[in-house]
């Protein structure tokens, strides 16, 4: 199986910061990577889907880069809203699995 | 718009099975596989496995595997994900998700069920 590591697993920020989330996959998947975000008690939302393209309906102020086993999922200028916990997956090949989280807490 | 709605929460006893459904609308059933995730308490999100509304083709997690039925009614519109043999560490937030068939990613979630094991 494919194994994805995140970093940092949480981090303290203030509004209107720049927010950047690393994922590593410990071998090559291409652009096959899935940026989510989850807040508590509820489903994960679909951020950027094939690396770097963002979802329908999701801010601009959420990019993704990188290819080939290193990902950025960075935030621009984090807001009020964008308190959560996000999650990297790669889609190459089943088991699709995920990273194992990074928290944004409010700093 | 695209709504996933599943059935509600169950408290099984260890070696019982559970059948959590997840009923589709808003768009063309057939047109997108379902996978299904799920997270323990406090803990991150597991893939546990796919399933083609088309053709009923199936991948499941090797960690699931041989305990894990994935099924789809497109009378309904309605997906089922049935685990047997159900250990405490089954206790989590089971949820369905749509996957378009381009490109692998979970596009629409449902709310999630939340399965107990406990004796």
């Known amino acids: 199986d494919i194994q994805m590591t995140q970093s940092p697993s949480s981090l303290s920020a203030s509004v209107g910061d720049r927010v950047t989330i690393t994922c590593r996959a410990s071998q090559s998947i291409s652009i096959f990577l899935n940026w989510y975000q989850q807040k508590p008690g509820k489903a994960p939302k679909l951020l950027i889907y094939?690396?770097?393209s963002l979802q329908s309906g999701v801010p601009s102020r959420f990019s993704g880069s990188g290819s080939g086993t290193d990902f950025t999922l960075t935030i621009s200028s984090l807001q009020p809203e964008d308190f959560a916990t996000y999650y990297c997956?790669?889609?190459?090949?089943?088991?699709?699995?995920f990273g194992q989280g990074a928290k944004v807490e409010i700093k | 718009q695209v709504q996933l709605v599943q059935s509600g929460a169950e408290v099984k006893k260890p070696g019982a099975s559970v059948k959590v459904s997840c009923k589709a609308s808003g768009y063309n059933f057939i047109a997108y596989g379902i996978s299904w995730v799920r997270q323990a308490p406090g803990q991150g999100l597991e893939w546990m496995g796919w399933?083609?509304?088309?053709?009923?083709?199936?991948k499941y997690a090797q960690k699931v595997q041989g305990r894990v039925t994935m099924t789809t009614d497109t009378s309904t519109t309605t997906a089922y994900m049935e685990l047997r043999s159900l250990r405490s560490d089954d206790t989590a937030a089971y949820y369905c998700?749509?996957?378009?068939?381009?490109?692998?990613?979970?596009?629409?979630w449902g709310q999630g069920t939340l399965v107990t094991v406990s004796s």
């Open positions: 997956q790669q889609s190459v090949s089943t088991p699709y699995t």
């Open positions: 094939a690396a770097s």
């Open positions: 998700a749509r996957e378009p068939t381009d490109w692998a990613h979970l596009d629409s």
């Open positions: 399933i083609s509304t088309y053709n009923g083709n199936t």
